[in-house]
């Protein structure tokens, strides 16, 4: 089955730096990334995702990159702010036509610190 | 639209009792997952269903874990015995399409 390594596990960076979190996947049939960001005593809540015919997806101040031959994908966030501070994980999926189950894989997460 | 309904937010049982978590998926929503959290082993796939129908339990830790959605908007996840090592949050994720739309979660404590 699919395995989705994610890191760093935790991050803190001052407010206004751009974070950096990295996962890779190990099955080369998914083509669906989602990521998540939980806050504390709620589910998490998907912020952006992106799918294997795409190499980069944009949304405001959040970024995420795919690299399907190296089964790596990676999400951006720019001028970090405090109400940022989450955990944020990644996942992958394979969705589609004729057998998709939505069935996500998720990273274990990696807690944002901003700090002020 | 009220979003995924989960309850209880908060479970404190004693070991050996039986535990019923509760959701309400989002209209219209055809994929109902289930998943656990903690902090050694993040988020767990317990099981899912589409269409109110079964299709991966393999998720489920062991027999004490039971699962059944009777109707389009309702599910639940039983414990029985519980034990303190099922002690985690319990999500429930409402699924379109492959969209995915969390619940609060169910914090269950076992002493």
């Known amino acids: 089955g699919e395995n989705v390594e994610q890191h760093p596990s935790t991050l803190s960076v001052q407010e206004g730096d751009s974070a950096v979190i990295k996962c890779t996947y190990s099955d080369s049939a998914s083509n669906y990334f989602p990521w998540y960001k939980q806050e504390l005593g709620k589910g998490p809540q998907l912020i952006i995702d992106?799918?294997?015919?795409?190499g980069e997806k944009k949304d405001q101040r959040i970024a995420v990159t795919l690299n399907k031959t190296a089964k790596h994908f990676s999400l951006h966030i720019t001028e970090t702010q405090p109400e940022d501070s989450a955990v944020y994980f990644c996942a992958a999926s394979t969705i589609g036509s004729g057998g998709s189950n939505y069935k996500l894989t998720f990273g274990k997460g990696t807690l944002l610190t901003v700090n002020p | 639209d009220a979003g995924v309904i989960q309850s209880p937010r908060h479970e404190v049982t004693e070991m050996g009792q039986e535990v019923t978590l509760r959701c309400k998926p989002i209209s219209g929503h055809d994929y109902l997952f289930w998943y656990r959290q903690t902090m050694m082993r993040g988020l767990e796939l317990l099981i899912y269903?589409?269409?109110?129908?079964?299709?991966?339990d393999s998720g489920m830790p062991e027999d004490r874990f039971s699962a059944k959605m009777p109707n389009a908007s309702f599910s639940t996840l039983k414990i029985q015995p519980s034990e303190p090592r099922d002690s985690a949050v319990y999500f429930c994720?409402?699924?379109?399409?492959?969209?995915?739309?969390f619940g609060s979660g169910t914090r269950l404590t076992v002493v």
């Open positions: 992106i799918r294997s015919n795409v």
């Open positions: 269903f589409n269409n109110n129908v079964p299709i991966d």
């Open positions: 994720a409402s699924v379109l399409r492959g969209g995915y739309t």
